[in-house]
């Protein structure tokens, strides 16, 4: 069945980086747009990041550009998010999430999650 | 990126119909058809459950519906169930080639 499991969460201090990835089985990666969207706790969904299929563009939200960055092995079904420069705001569980359709704008299905805690 | 505006709260008792709306400007909601609604789940993560406006994915239940007039996106519910209280939660393609998400609103069945 269509899967996506991410890991790479845990606790890093303020000022430091972290790469999440994004492992995905039961469909062909290279077909899809992924993104990321994280939520911190008790709180509502934020958008990340966006790759399209063949990696050819990224998007990205504004409280993470210039330290984020999405990226995509379509040969080993992964996609990365590499976090430099964190920041306590980015506490959150951090999501990945299949894109389809126009503009890869259908979210399915999403991972379990993965927990970013940003603390000293 | 202004998250789009929905009601904090929505409550309905078994069988009643409730809307959710989701508000946006002409950059978002407003100047495309690409609003989805997601259902999210205490400790889960969300789920799809309308996406381009008003298509229901397969499996899920005829009773959610979407529409959208001017920049206000809308999920209604028909015949409220217990199962179907969640956190509720739209999204829009942008102008800027980006995703927003609506603030989330709680759904709780009488």
């Known amino acids: 069945q269509v899967q996506l499991v991410e890991s790479g969460g845990g606790v890093v201090q303020p000022g430091r980086s972290l790469r999440l990835s994004c492992v995905a089985s039961g469909f062909t990666l290279s077909d899809y747009g992924m993104h990321w969207v994280r939520q911190a706790p008790g709180k509502g969904l934020e958008w990340v990041a966006l790759?399209?299929?063949?990696?050819?563009?990224?998007y990205y939200a504004d409280s993470v550009k210039g330290r984020f960055t999405i990226s995509r092995d379509n040969s080993k079904n992964t996609l990365y998010v590499q976090m430099n420069s964190l920041r306590v705001e980015d506490t959150a569980v951090y999501y990945c999430?299949?894109?389809?359709?126009?503009?890869?704008?259908?979210?399915?299905?999403w991972g379990q999650g993965t927990l970013v805690t940003v603390s000293s | 990126q202004s998250a789009l505006t929905q009601p904090a709260s929505v409550s309905g008792s078994p069988g009643q119909s409730i809307t959710i709306s989701c508000t946006g400007t002409s950059s978002d909601v407003g100047g495309y058809n690409f609003v989805s609604w997601y259902q999210q789940n205490p400790g889960k993560a969300p789920k799809l459950m309308i996406y381009d406006v008003s298509n229901r994915p397969s499996g899920i239940s005829n009773r959610f519906s979407g529409s959208k007039s001017g920049n206000t996106a809308s999920l209604t519910i028909s015949g409220l169930q217990a199962e179907d209280e969640a956190d509720y939660y739209c999204s829009s393609y942008t102008s800027s080639s980006t995703q927003v998400f609506g603030t989330g609103t709680k759904v709780t069945v009488l």
């Open positions: 999430a299949r894109g389809s359709g126009g503009y890869f704008t259908r979210f399915d299905p």
């Open positions: 790759i399209w299929n063949d990696g050819s563009h990224k």
